[in-house]
């Protein structure tokens, strides 16, 4: 089952302008990630928030976390083509093992128009 | 520094079949996961392997199995092929038993006929 949902599950964009993805999750977690999947490729990490921390920026990426909601964003500024691409969010459940599995949300998919 | 490889891209295969995939992971990782990923969806937690044991396991049938190997390099079997099985697998590699950033491979794309 997936932990977490992207919202909108698909977004069209003109260069230039801002994107921005949101993703709720279920459970307790400690950190939040969200990574980028070109089309039929692996998956890349983008960044990861703690859930001590409720925004955190890495270049044209900034992202937010509002435990109280269990929800956040990405948000990506001065979009350009090359953005075009599917992101995912993902929490790390902890398992009896004590063992932590990453679960994957079902995704954004980002298509942006020069 | 290599990142995480997988093998082989793409390959076709007829319901009833064996497949093996095969991932070798990041220098320095010790940990492995495998995820299923359907056309259109998110990835699917299949299992995850740590000093060549299997730690957990998602919601796959026993169809599905793996092996770990003493350079940290994995193994997905998947027997038994259902033209439902056909989607991308992915390997990702990690340090240790709590989850940080996740290093994935290209895939490996199944399908079957």
């Known amino acids: 089952s997936q932990q977490g949902e992207e919202d909108p599950q698909a977004l069209s964009i003109q260069e230039g302008e801002n994107a921005t993805m949101n993703c709720s999750y279920k459970t307790s977690i400690n950190n939040l990630q969200w990574y980028r999947q070109n089309s039929g490729r692996g998956l890349v990490h983008l960044i990861l928030?703690?859930?001590?921390?409720r925004e955190k920026h890495s270049g044209r990426l900034r992202v937010t976390l509002d435990t109280s909601k269990k929800s956040s964003s990405l948000l990506i500024t001065a979009s350009r083509a090359a953005d075009t691409a599917s992101y995912f969010c993902a929490t790390p459940l902890t398992q009896n093992t004590g063992f932590q599995k990453l679960v994957f949300g079902t995704g954004t998919r980002l298509l942006v128009s020069p | 520094d290599a990142g995480v490889t997988q093998s082989p891209t793409h390959l076709i295969k007829t319901r009833g079949q064996q497949v093996t995939l095969r991932c070798s992971p990041k220098?320095?990782?010790?940990?492995v996961s495998w995820y299923q990923q359907a056309l259109g969806q998110g990835p699917q937690f299949i299992f995850q392997?740590?000093?060549?044991?299997?730690?957990q396991r998602g919601n796959f049938p026993d169809r599905f199995s793996g092996h770990q190997f003493p350079n940290y390099s994995s193994e997905l079997n998947v027997n038994a092929l259902l033209l439902g099985d056909s989607a991308l697998y992915l390997c990702a590699s990690s340090r240790g038993s709590n989850t940080g950033e996740l290093f994935f491979g290209e895939g490996s794309r199944l399908t079957v006929l």
């Open positions: 220098s320095g990782h010790d940990t």
């Open positions: 392997y740590y000093e060549e044991e299997e730690r």
């Open positions: 928030i703690r859930s001590n921390e």
